[in-house]
């Protein structure tokens, strides 16, 4: 595993010096390896589906690892798009001249070596392949075991078009040892790895988090919440609050938990039901929310809950203090939002709440790369240091200051 | 020790919400409150010196730990210029109008709670109070056990200010328990401190480093270079190397190894030795560079070893090329230099070289937050994220994203 490493590293010194129309070709070269990979790919997926069978996955999981040409097409197309992305590295971010005369670039450049662990869609591998080819960057891909013929094809196939083009196959590769051994080596190893990126569930982001010596990118749960204020437009803020909860209930920005202002709870709350009903959300409601709509109970542990499902849960607030005080208490950081119409409730909601995005009066489904208009996204960063809420693939680069002098000394 | 930091957590959500004008007033509050009690900072500080005395400090030791009234006046001078620096949080840092219509702004934010580590010097204890509050981050400080007297004075200080204007004391703090025990808890507590700062010993951020759940931003060893590259304007050469040696050997910045292209060693290494000679330095060299020179052998080790004393390497190489090699093995990514005329060769070395700070034609020393012209400076950052190199008060601050909608939903 260390020569392993110690050979990505080596490989992203050579791959930092490899320009924008070399990367793009490469990367247009890809997506048509990809499309004329296409039946060795269906084969290799095969096998995965077989063992999901075999393994009695569920449906929504069979579904995510599930490859036909329509999808390997469409990650193709995702390649053709990361290649079309501005130029991430080598971009000035900031330049002045010091009092001595020092003309000081601060210029984005590649991190180095990135580790990723993800699971079951096997379209991440070939995504966050070529977004660390865009942005000079060596990846080291750690998949699901479930995705592991689909994901061996592709990165073959990525690897193939690196060695046609004479760049090294470390360039693109996936973890020799993929064990759970082989993640914990492959998170120590700060010699020779610059960042780890681990997408799945909380377990393998808390045992990352705990055990890595390499700095951690999470993307992790999002606990959010709408909070709908006296000052809302009612009308606006069931549809907000229902798109919030019901457009996609399994993704980490869907609400979980809706908060609602006492004053206005009485008015809300049956327009509220009724429209979740429509929706068929599983409702829960703390006391006070139960005296004015017959809901199940919302527990102390629900309000702690992503349920990445159809449920949400309803709490009567103190106004925009109480629910700034529940999300506090609750919220992960991830996805806030308050309806209202007032100017300061609203300025004071935007200031207070600690969050990646704190939207007024819009759902907290907004809150990803493509929406953002970031163009490709690497995920949803939970972290609040180096990249925070969506992370597009400047997320994928550092810099360093370049000092342009004239024999200053000091 | 949870209670405590639970506290500070607390604490940093009120921080967060207060202005310019009130902090600025506050730290210019303190600063005059450090001149007051000069005399009780003096009494401390004496304990603290009979200490060093009792325990055999160095003297280099004892003079980094002395206070006296110039230096106190100097504490509270350093905290009236961080109340004159630029306001670093409510930034707008980027901002644009999403396809959905979504004003999106992003802005500068506090970290919220960071935990910072250092050894010595007392006036560590203001400096960073002083940053933290201007950036509205709670601060939970650990000194080196031999300030403990002088420390403990100025934070309470501090502290009396603080409630003198009706804040929370735990926005200044020391760490209640400064064992290493104490420190094994801080940083793993990453429910409630956002960011641990060591600054120090090897031995102690290595420690912190492979042991911290909480996002670390180190400030490391540096093991600096300075290329003398064939069309290098010779006399510059040795001004430039004399200077990064010598004006502070003991500084991070400082070069430890002067790498000369073999294609000029005949000629540069006896006018280096002259100058090196009068500034006392000693010299160790390669093979090659004792066949030019007289100078002792520099080892395998010498090459990996950061003296912070007048003490240098010199290894001949083959042009930039080998200059890089030697740099990626050795370097630590703290600030390189190469001494040329050559337009072609300068970019390959400013593009090849991975370091915080890469220097045309100018001496390392300038790597720090002053030179730069950020006004003060938290450190100089080891780590490749979130801060690289000089770390102004703006390494202390993260960002959010508002999100102005006027009823969108997916």
Redesign the interface.
């Known amino acids: 595993m260390e020569q392993f490493l110690a050979e990505a590293k080596a490989a992203s010194?050579e791959l930092?010096?490899i320009g924008g129309a070399q990367k793009n070709a490469i990367l247009r070269q890809m997506a048509s390896a990809l499309r004329g990979a296409t039946m060795d790919i269906l084969e290799a997926n095969a096998l995965d589906m077989k063992a999901a069978e075999e393994n009695n996955l569920n449906s929504a999981l069979k579904d995510r690892l599930l490859l036909d040409e329509k999808r390997i097409d469409a990650m193709a197309v995702a390649v053709e798009e990361i290649a079309a992305l501005k130029e991430p590295v080598g971009r000035v971010l900031d330049g002045?001249v010091?009092?001595?005369g020092?003309k000081?670039e601060k210029v984005s450049?590649p991190?180095?070596v990135i580790g990723i662990i993800y699971e079951s869609r096997p379209n991440v591998t070939s995504d966050t392949a070529a977004l660390c080819f865009k942005s000079n960057n060596v990846c080291v891909l750690k998949g699901g075991k479930e995705a592991e013929h689909s994901n061996a094809v592709i990165a073959k196939v990525l690897q193939a078009v690196l060695k046609n083009n004479g760049l090294n196959e470390a360039v693109i590769s996936l973890l020799p040892d993929a064990t759970r051994e082989g993640v914990a080596k492959l998170i120590r190893m700060?010699r020779y790895v610059?960042?780890i990126v681990p997408r799945g569930g909380e377990g393998l982001i808390r045992y990352v988090?705990?055990n890595a010596?390499v700095?951690v990118v999470k993307h992790d749960k999002g606990q959010c919440h709408t909070y709908i204020d006296r000052d809302a437009?009612l009308q606006?803020a069931v549809?907000?609050a229902v798109?919030?909860k019901v457009?996609r209930p399994g993704v980490c920005n869907a609400m979980e938990t809706l908060l609602v202002d006492r004053a206005v709870a009485a008015e809300a709350l049956p327009q509220l039901k009724a429209a979740f009903d429509e929706a068929h959300t599983q409702l829960k409601g703390c006391g006070e929310t139960r005296e004015i709509i017959d809901v199940a109970e919302a527990t102390e542990a629900d309000f702690d809950t992503e349920y990445l499902a159809n449920i949400l849960n309803i709490r009567i607030v103190d106004g925009v203090g109480g629910a700034v005080g529940h999300i506090?208490r609750y919220g992960s950081g991830h996805s806030e939002a308050i309806v209202t119409e007032n100017y300061s409730t609203a300025e004071y909601f935007?200031?207070?709440v600690?969050?990646?995005?704190?939207?007024?009066?819009?759902?907290t489904?907004?809150t990803d790369g493509g929406?953002?208009?970031f163009g490709a996204e690497v995920g949803i960063s939970t972290?609040?240091?180096?990249a925070?809420?969506?992370m597009g693939i400047e997320g994928l680069t550092?810099?360093?200051?370049?000092?342009?002098?004239?024999?200053?000394?000091?």
Chains 1, 2 share one sequence.
């Open positions: 010194r930092a010096l002045w010091t009092d001595d020092l000081i450049i991190i180095g700060d610059d960042l988090s705990e010596t700095p437009d606006k549809r907000i798109n919030a457009d506090v935007l200031d207070a600690d969050a990646a995005a704190v939207y007024v009066n819009a759902s489904r907004f929406a953002f208009g972290n609040k240091l180096h925070r809420g969506p550092t810099y360093k200051f370049k000092i342009y002098g004239s024999g200053q000394i000091r």
